[in-house]
């Protein structure tokens, strides 16, 4: 018995509504040709919908809908999932099927005008999207919202999900601790938001203004379009999140195996007080203009330290002055030090070697 083969027609469809959908918006188009499925703008193509047009174009019935012979049926859905659903509507050739149609393409066009005005010069300066040309800044652009805050309001909550990038257009945002004190300021030009859009977790701190601010809003679904259009703002989000977790990091007293940074950020003695008071073992390398330097932790105690000729204390009190430089912490210490005992009282040799510095300035 021969199986007859199924026959695909080709058909472009219109996404005209969406219900919580993760994935696709009203506008999006669906296209079928020869016997494969695209969409608009590189999204990924969901298999319930891949499901639900794959029965369209191949039923007589509905095929009849948008056909040059007339009939009913011309609006879908995708039959919908855990998440959400989306409807959506044939698109003639040359004219939409419906009168919504032409009304929703019409609405989304001024949208976009809106937007470009709204948005574009400012986005443009932003060194985030300095990368991206004008069409694909204009791509974007498109799917922001604007919303305007009063001072003092928390804009994000910890241990919220995450639901939308926010770009900071005017003013400036506070990271609230715990405890109610702040961690760090994101003004004009920065983002937030985003660590939970990439993580999936719950925000880990919460954000309030500290001025009136206006911020860009792109919701999760758009973040993740945009991340896999554009891989060049994935870049510059990576390098962004590395730089201010560490910042954050050191400005809420804890430090991690490869933490690394800038003395002009965190000057020697707030690094060593650091590492001591949360206990750490292991080893701080220093690049320096003068050469290299180690200083070597046991349970928060420096144990040893050399820096030029010097060695442990008189290391410490010269590394106490350096005010340039690249640092990094790392676990782990040589067999050789693991042993020692602390080379003295930490409090006394900061204090030390702090006094040593204001004589000197004398």
């Known amino acids: 018995m021969k199986i007859q083969k199924k026959k695909f027609r080709n058909a472009i469809f219109l996404v005209t509504d969406e219900r919580a959908c993760p994935i696709y918006n009203p506008g999006d188009e669906l296209k079928v040709e020869q016997l494969s499925l695209t969409v608009t703008g590189y999204k990924p193509v969901c298999l319930f919908l891949s499901e639900a047009i794959s029965q369209i174009t191949t039923s007589k019935e509905n095929f009849a809908g948008y056909s040059k012979f007339g009939g009913q049926k011309s609006r879908f859905d995708c039959g919908g999932c855990d998440a959400g659903l989306i409807r959506f509507e044939f698109k003639k050739e040359k004219e939409y099927a419906t009168l919504q149609m032409k009304l929703l393409t019409e609405a989304e066009e001024r949208r976009k005008r809106q937007h470009l005005n709204k948005f574009f010069g400012v986005l443009r300066g932003l060194d985030m ?48 601790a715990s405890d109610g004190s702040r961690i760090a300021e994101i003004g004009v030009g920065e983002v937030f938001g985003e660590m939970s859009l990439l993580s999936g977790e719950p925000v880990s701190s919460s954000i309030y203004t500290i001025s009136p601010t206006q911020v860009a809003l792109l919701s999760m679904k758009n973040f993740k379009h945009v991340l896999r259009k554009y891989p060049l703002l994935q870049l510059f989000l990576l390098r962004m999140l590395v730089d201010r977790a560490q910042k954050m990091t050191l400005k809420s007293g804890n430090i991690a195996s490869g933490m690394t940074g800038e003395l002009e950020e965190v000057a020697p003695v707030d690094l060593f007080q650091l590492i001591n008071s949360s206990q750490k073992s292991g080893t701080i390398e220093l690049n320096l203009d003068t050469g290299k330097a180690m200083v070597f932790f046991v349970d928060g105690e420096i144990v040893h330290a050399r820096y030029l000729d010097h060695r442990d204390n008189e290391a410490v009190f010269a590394l106490l002055s350096v005010k340039k430089g690249h ?25 030390e070697g702090l006094q040593r510095i204001d004589e000197e300035g004398e």
């Open 129 to 176: 999207f300095e990368a991206l040309d004008d069409d694909a800044l204009s791509d974007l652009t498109v799917l922001l919202d604007l919303k305007s805050f009063p001072i003092d309001k928390v804009i994000i909550k910890k241990g919220d999900p995450g639901t939308h990038l926010y770009i900071v257009l005017q003013g400036k945002v506070a990271v609230m």
């Open 327 to 351: 640092f990094s912490f790392a676990k782990g210490l040589p067999n050789e030090v693991k042993s020692r005992d602390p080379i003295g009282g930490f409090m006394g040799m900061m204090m």
